[in-house]
């Protein structure tokens, strides 16, 4: 199939540091063209992919002083992406609601990935607005506020198995990873580190929306010899982080809508210890992957049964569930379902 596949223009793809989204288009993508399709990728000049590249801007926007307005950035890239449109099978978007006023004009096929939370005032408004839009939910959880949405699939993120070293033996600390902000939890998993007595690493970034958050209340925990505040890491970074932890703390205090932390320690065989929260009872698997609880003290006595899960065991539910090749196959059965109810006739994959 002939597809495109439309970034944001905050991250490069895959990004440098932090950025989920743009994390998740890049997986797809190079998996997409491994399984033989033909994709245009339009994200940043700075972008990395196997992909026909056509390039926005020369930087991602958030590491670029001199591009203030990202509005501004994306209303060009829908602009060259209409007169391209007719190029492809089908348009996969990934830039939230941005496109949607023009969805109405395009001839070709194209699907909407909800990548973030929906459970904001606005939403109920737009979608009654565009309620013939198709959407991909990344966990069912994430439709409860918009069940009047055309929900086409929901299409589980996945990550490639060969940047994830399953490590057999647990290390000798908790993990958390992420960013510093309230919904993520950070004071629940510091709580949680000093509780028991471990220490807490803690790779996560620092948006400016939540600075004085991080100052106020954050930086001061930092002092205790048990914290460890690391920073940004990148993929690298990553998968030796997490995989010589003993466990990752994931405390969220919001209806997180997939959560790839999950995931990426799960592929290192790392346990979980999760708040019950958005996507969380469907990625987890309570006592095979971790522990699913409701509060801090709950979170205490998991750390205490973290040596009864197999990390064997996360590493093939991993394989199994939340592979880059399984998300690819699952978007090419929605992009052929849908391009055969808008043709009327099978196209050639």
């Known amino acids: 199939m002939r597809i495109a596949q439309v ?53 991602a926007l958030r590491l670029n002083k001199h591009h203030t307005d990202p509005l ?21 978007f990934h830039i939230d609601m ?9 001839m070709t096929p194209s699907l909407t990935t909800m990548h973030g939370r929906l459970d904001i005032p606005h ?20 439709r409860t506020p918009l069940p009047n949405a055309r929900w086409y699939k929901t299409v589980y993120n996945g990550i490639p198995q060969e940047n994830y070293t399953f490590q057999p033996q647990p290390g000798e600390y908790l993990a958390f990873l992420g960013r ?25 970034k620092v948006d400016k929306v939540d600075e004085d958050y991080y100052q106020e209340k954050i930086k001061p925990l930092l002092n205790n010899p048990l914290i460890e505040f690391i920073g940004e890491i990148d993929e690298y970074e990553k998968n030796e982080f997490l995989g010589n932890a003993y466990a990752t703390l994931f405390p969220i205090d919001w209806p997180e809508p997939f959560g790839l932390v999950m995931i990426e320690s799960m592929a290192c065989g790392t346990p979980v210890i999760a708040f019950n929260h958005g996507s969380v009872p469907e990625v ?40 880059a090749s399984q998300m690819a196959l699952n978007y090419t059965d929605a992009y052929q379902s849908l391009c055969e109810e808008e043709y009327q006739t099978p196209l050639a994959v």
Do not use: W
Not at 185 to 200: F, H, N, P, T
């Open 7 to 59: 970034a944001p223009l905050i991250e490069s793809v895959p990004p440098r540091y932090y950025g989920g989204t743009e994390r998740v288009v890049s997986y797809l993508t190079e998996e997409l063209v491994k399984q033989g399709h033909n994709v245009t990728l339009f994200a940043s000049g700075d972008s990395q992919t196997s992909a026909n590249l056509m390039p926005i801007v020369e930087q």
């Open 72 to 92: 501004a950035h994306h209303i060009i890239m829908l602009n060259k992406l209409n007169k391209m449109a007719h190029e492809f099978d089908i348009i996969h």
């Open 98 to 106: 941005l496109h949607f006023a023009q969805h109405q004009y395009m």
């Open 123 to 142: 939403m109920p408004i737009v979608f009654d607005e565009f309620s013939d839009i198709p959407l991909i939910s990344i966990s069912d959880n994430q």
């Open 180 to 204: 510093i902000s309230p919904e993520k939890g950070i004071e629940r998993a510091i709580d949680i580190a000093l509780s028991v007595g471990m220490k807490l690493k803690i790779a996560a």
């Open 284 to 323: 987890m698997l309570h006592g095979e992957t971790g522990f699913i609880v409701n509060t801090v003290d709950d979170a205490i006595e998991a750390v205490e049964k973290v040596e009864t899960i197999s990390r064997q065991c996360c590493r093939y539910i991993f394989e199994k569930r939340f592979s």
